[in-house]
């Protein structure tokens, strides 16, 4: 089973008595339909990491290994420990330093707020890449289940810096990453940008040169990236920048540009195809925040909860269940996040979107069992088609689902959301 099942609990806890904390000191660090966003490009991150488990690292340490360390020793773990967070260090830096790499990284950098939903915004290609910086660890013999637990342990202790109620931390600065210093990172102020890349140590970047402290005197840190995302689609959030890169190398004429933009420089796009790309002005932009009626964002959060379940089961089950079963679920959840996000973003067809999200799902979980016997409960399906007829009543009778009752704000108002 995957570890972070055990851990998903947990995670939820925080972020509730985070929200507790913001509304008790009366900040606005929280919006249902940013918090979903990152929320569902999580989700997208553990189902297709689910189907894409590569095993990279495993197949170089058996056959490239230089030494045959031992998994047992205590110094074998502290050393993999700072050996994976210093290659973390450089692979996240390339992440924003790179084109190619960006596109995948830049997933956890979209929100516009900062919270503890933001760290777990992962993309969900990253993984076609990031094996590349730890291939010296394999060569090294560092055993893959001593990479393995490191990195998960790497990976769960930044969750909690990605919080904007904890202050500096004193002399734990100097060595640690730590929240001050992350709201760094994630700032899209031109002072702050591009620094403060470690995962678990901040010495790696006060050794090559990109640290910078949090100054409290300067202008408030706005979050988000430079150029925004402004949409709600979590598949769109993970391609969009693919989708740009190859538009470009498919208009210019360059054969060079065609080859290499991919790998030049973050922002880099051929001449012949496009102008400087301007950046709005992070003063005056207002954060992407479609309007909405409260009772669509209780319906919208209601479902996507239900939502949160269902990855929840499929990741745990996923070890027992065929390839196929779990391809197949992989992608309708994905189509069903799409939806929530369309329910928080669309003027009309909010009907007609839950329809075929109800039917869809109900169907897959009919063929699923016609298949796969045994996999889901035969009552589910039933259970999804009369909880979606009730709820398409509820949007019927209540208005909620009605364009009146809504509208973009005005700063979405000339930006149509991505497809």
């Known amino acids: 089973m995957n570890p972070i099942v055990y851990a998903i609990p947990t995670f939820f806890l925080m972020i509730f008595i985070e929200i507790i904390v913001t509304i008790i000191r009366k900040k606005d660090y929280y919006r249902i339909n940013d918090a979903i966003n990152s929320l569902s490009t999580g989700m997208l991150n553990v189902t297709t990491g689910v189907i894409f488990k590569l095993g990279i690292y495993t197949l170089i340490y058996h056959y490239a290994a230089l030494f045959s360390l031992d998994g047992n020793a205590l110094w074998v773990w502290a050393l993999g420990f700072v050996l994976q967070d210093f290659f973390y260090y450089w692979n996240h830096r390339k992440g924003h330093e790179i084109n190619l790499l960006w596109a995948a990284h830049s997933v956890h950098h979209q929100s516009e707020e900062y919270n503890l939903t933001t760290a777990l915004r992962q993309t969900s290609t990253g993984f076609l890449f990031s094996w590349v910086f730890y291939v010296p660890m394999a060569i090294l013999g560092i055993p893959p289940h001593v990479f393995l637990t490191v990195s998960l342990i790497n990976l769960l202790y930044q969750y909690w810096v990605h919080t904007r109620h904890i202050p500096k931390l004193g002399w734990f600065e100097l060595f640690f ?26 010495i790696w970047d006060r050794l090559f040169g990109t640290f910078i402290e949090e100054d409290e ?28 890169m190859f538009r470009d190398a498919v208009k210019t004429k360059s054969w060079k540009d065609k080859l290499t933009l991919w790998f030049r420089r973050t922002g880099y796009r051929p001449a012949d195809v496009s102008s400087p790309m301007k950046m709005p002005d992070i003063h005056v932009y207002e954060n992407y925040n479609p309007k909405a009626s409260q009772g669509l964002k209780v319906y919208s959060l209601t479902h996507f909860a239900i939502l949160v379940m269902a990855t929840t089961v499929l990741m745990a089950i996923s070890h027992n269940t065929p390839y196929g079963f779990n391809v197949l679920w992989t992608i309708v959840l994905a189509l069903n996040l799409i939806g929530i996000g369309w329910l928080l973003e669309k003027f ?25 016997i045994g ?14 007829a009730i709820s398409l009543l509820v949007l019927q009778t209540s208005g909620i689902a009605k364009p009146t009752l809504y509208a973009l704000a005005p700063d979405a108002a000339e930006a149509k959301p991505h497809p």
Do not use: C
């Open 375 to 388: 996999q889901i409960p035969d009552w589910t399906w039933q259970f999804v088609i009369v909880s979606g």
């Open 177 to 202: 990453v730590t929240p001050s210093n992350h709201r760094v990172h994630h700032a899209k102020n031109r002072k702050y940008l591009d620094k403060n890349y470690g995962g678990v140590f901040i």
């Open 217 to 244: 005197s300067y202008e408030p840190i706005r979050y988000g990236t430079l150029k925004p995302l402004r949409s709600w689609n979590p598949v769109w959030a993970n391609l969009h920048l693919y989708t740009e």
């Open 348 to 372: 009309t067809g909010l009907i007609v979107i839950e329809a075929i999200r109800f039917v869809l799902s109900g169907a897959t979980i009919f063929v699923s069992n016609g298949i796969w």
